[in-house]
Structures are given as structure tokens and as C-alpha cells.
T-cell receptor, first 113, second 115 residues
Framework: NAGVTQTPKFQVLKTGQSMTLQCAQD?????MSWYRQDPGMGLRLIHY???????DQGEVPNGYNVSRSTTEDFPLRLLSAAPSQTSVYFC????????????FGSGTRLTVV | GDSVTQMEGPVTLSEEAFLTINCTYT??????LFWYVQYPGEGLQLLLK?????DKGSNKGFEATYRKETTSFHLEKGSVQVSDSAVYFC??????????????FGQGTILTVHP
């Protein structure tokens, strides 16, 4: 019953560094997505995928890349970290139909200094 | 595009008080509606949902009714507990087109319940 697993839980990066946030789900969900959560701004969609090999941009995609080579995994890559990317990142998955709601991971708290 | 508007917070209540958190939405078609709860330091958990007009979602004493005529999905609980202190998010999932399956969230409402 792992659900959605995110790693790492915490990360500090220097400006300009790159890194990958990992997300894996074991529920055979077609839909996966990445959100960032900032104070007073709710959750904003970064990228999403409706299946292996298919990805698309969300509301705030700049500075982030994704790929979906398998149903289970949906990593988020920060190409060149900036202080504006300091945030809490959540991965979520669901069945494609969207009526059953999302399952969220526990989040990655990222600080860029 | 789709949008969700929640009442301004934070909300502070005494234990056993009645809770209402307002949520209104704008969407094309017939979206599914959700309430999520986030406890400190944790991810979001699905609290309840409704997938069509006049449906009532309920869980853990919380209720919300899908009102298409007023485009609302207000969250209510008759008697809150200290353990209900959390951030509550209203959200909708678009019914089709290129937005299929995507969740749009409100800003979140911080609820604090005092003993």
C-alpha cells in the first residue's frame, strides 16, 4: 500500500544546480502530475502526464522538465535552480477519468540558496 | 478557464462550533468537485467528493453538496474538534477536452480549532 512515493523529503540546492525530484506510484494510475505549493497561492500545476510517453505543461512549467517512460514513474527535473523555485513540491496520481480524486505524495521541501 | 474561489481565511473556532467554508467555481461542462485536507507537514488527503449536481459528499462528519445552480460546493461540519485543525482545499476536475482529469485548486483555508 505504498501509494505515491516522493523522494527526497528535503533538499537544499545552490543557485544554478540541477536535480531530479522522484515520484513513483504503484496503483497503475494513468494520470500523474506535479504541483508546487507556495504560501497564499494554493497549488499550481507544473506538468502532467496522461500516460507513458505523454506529457504536457501546466500553469507554471518554466524551469522544469518531465518525462514519463513508465506508468509508475514521473520524475521532475530542475534544470538550473533559482531561488524562485523554493517551494514544496507534490506529486499526485489518479485514474484518467478524474472522478475518483487524486492520491498525493507527502511532498518534497526544496530550498534554493 | 476553470477556477475555484474559497472564502478568505484563516478561520478560528472553538471546539464544538459549527464550520462552514465557502467554495464557488467556474467551469465548462459538468466537473467533479472535491475537498482536500492537509495536516501540518503532510500531503493532501481526499476528504470528500461529488461527481454530479445535487450529490452530497460526506466523510468524518464533514459534508458538501454540489449545487450547480449556484456553482458552489460549501464544506460544513456540525461540531469541529481540535484535530480538525488543518488547511482545506476545494478543487474541481474538468469533465473533458484538453483539461481532462486535471485538478484546479482554490487557495486553501486555514482552520484552527481551540479547546
Amino acid at each position: 500500500n505504498a501509494g505515491v512515493t516522493q523522494t527526497p523529503k528535503f533538499q537544499v540546492l545552490k543557485t544554478g544546480q540541477s536535480m531530479t525530484l522522484q515520484c513513483a506510484q504503484d496503483m497503475n494510475h494513468e494520470y500523474m502530475s506535479w504541483y508546487r505549493q507556495d504560501p497564499g497561492m494554493g497549488l499550481r500545476l507544473i506538468h502532467y502526464s496522461v500516460g507513458a510517453g505523454i506529457t504536457d505543461q501546466g500553469e507554471v512549467p518554466n524551469g522544469y522538465n518531465v518525462s514519463r517512460s513508465t506508468t509508475e514513474d514521473f520524475p521532475l527535473r530542475l534544470l538550473s535552480a533559482a531561488p524562485s523555485q523554493t517551494s514544496v513540491y507534490f506529486c499526485a496520481s489518479s485514474q484518467l477519468q478524474g472522478t475518483s480524486g487524486y492520491t498525493f505524495g507527502s511532498g518534497t521541501r526544496l530550498t534554493v540558496v | 478557464g476553470d477556477s475555484v474561489t474559497q472564502m478568505e481565511g484563516p478561520v478560528t473556532l472553538s471546539e464544538e462550533a459549527f464550520l462552514t467554508i465557502n467554495c464557488t467555481y467556474t467551469a465548462t461542462g459538468y466537473p467533479s468537485l472535491f475537498w482536500y485536507v492537509q495536516y501540518p507537514g503532510e500531503g493532501l488527503q481526499l476528504l470528500l467528493k461529488a461527481t454530479k449536481a445535487d450529490d452530497k459528499g460526506s466523510n468524518k462528519g464533514f459534508e458538501a453538496t454540489y449545487r450547480k445552480e449556484t456553482t458552489s460546493f460549501h464544506l460544513e461540519k456540525g461540531s469541529v474538534q481540535v484535530s480538525d485543525s488543518a488547511v482545506y482545499f476545494c478543487a474541481l476536475s474538468s469533465a473533458g477536452g484538453t483539461s481532462y482529469g486535471k485538478l484546479t485548486f482554490g487557495q486553501g483555508t486555514i482552520l484552527t480549532v481551540h479547546p
